[in-house]
């Protein structure tokens, strides 16, 4: 009988991929995280580095990999967009010859993988919120492209695989998730915001604050990952995962500069080009198929993260 006990986790290193392969390590699996550490990092798998249970494969996901895993997690690909801009050209070849290497490897060893896709698949919707069946509104030649048509792309690649060669794929659409270990230089809104009022410098919202998200903690969200991981309901579509409680980029500023009890004021700059105007996931098929829902609190999970990032700064001032 397979134990599917050896997992490959492609982008391991990363915020949400080194606390997916520390949940793994405590569940009892065996787990090879694969990075280039581009954008992930050591010091977010420094604890595992001695466990026997963990292996660390420095290598970039565009180049074969040969391996014998019984699991794979694709979590490789820049997520913000200060980095996938970057070097937008080296998105997409992450996003799509990555993808095809490890479906290859999947479809070699018959192993289960899951695609971690994005709620950016959906562009700026005008469907709302946003459940699975929703195609999507999102401008292919725009400066987002190279991750939103990357990721689009890597979907239609998992579902050709399981029609083609009955490939064992799952595929999750994340969306914003935030806690400890998120780069603090990455320009995602949570990030910006906790270490702009520790500094008690002013924080930039873009456009007039308006603009609506969903936050996710990022242990909800590997309970999630792993949830759909797991769950042997054959799948071969998205599943959402995310917490459809709804905020203002305003009303977020508000709180996380009344959580750090800072004095920083607001400043506001024009919206960057095809920035969605409201984005709230759709969670029901999640909650019915997995039995899975977000339960920690935004306000709790700031605080988490407001203390992640208060050490981070504190030790790097």
């Known amino acids: 009988m397979r134990t599917e006990n050896r997992v490959l986790v492609a982008g391991g290193a990363g915020f949400i991929g080194s606390h997916l392969c520390e949940a793994l390590i405590a569940a009892g699996r065996e787990v090879l995280c694969v990075d280039n550490l581009h954008t992930g990092a050591k010091r977010n798998i420094e604890p595992l580095l001695g466990h026997r249970a963990f292996e660390l494969y420095r290598h970039d996901v ?52 899951l695609q971690a896709s994005t709620s950016e698949v959906y562009g700026d919707p005008e469907s709302h919120p946003q459940r699975e069946s929703y195609w999507g509104r999102v401008n292919p030649i725009g400066r987002r492209a190279c991750y939103d048509e990357g990721k689009r792309c890597a979907e239609a690649l998992f ?26 230089n990455d320009g995602r809104v949570v990030s910006n915001f906790i270490v702009g009022a520790l500094r008690g410098g002013p924080l930039t919202i873009y456009g007039d604050g308006t603009q609506s998200r969903s936050f996710c903690y990022v242990d909800d969200m590997v309970r999630g990952l792993t949830a759909l991981m797991d769950c042997d309901e054959g ?49 029901s098929l999640a909650e019915r198929t997995l039995g899975w829902s977000p339960s920690m609190t935004l306000e709790e999970g700031l605080k988490k993260t407001i203390d992640y990032f208060d050490n981070l700064v504190l030790n790097n001032s």
């Open 235 to 283: 799948f071969s579509g998205p599943v959402n995962l995310g917490n459809p409680e709804e905020i203002s980029i305003g009303q977020l500023a508000a709180l996380i500069i009344d959580l750090v009890g800072s004095r920083s004021s607001v400043e506001y700059r024009p919206l960057p080009e095809d920035d969605p105007a409201r984005r709230r996931p759709d969670i």
């Open 159 to 184: 579902v050709e695989y399981h029609r083609q060669n009955a490939v064992d794929i799952r595929i999750a659409r994340i969306f914003n998730t935030y806690g400890p270990r998120m780069h603090p």
């Open 62 to 113: 565009v180049h074969p990999l040969y391996l014998e895993v019984d699991r794979v997690y694709n979590l490789a690909c820049p997520a913000s967009p200060v980095h996938y801009q970057s070097n937008p050209v080296k998105t997409i070849k992450t996003n799509v010859i990555g993808t095809i290497n490890l479906l290859g490897l999947a479809r070699r060893v018959k192993a289960r993988i």
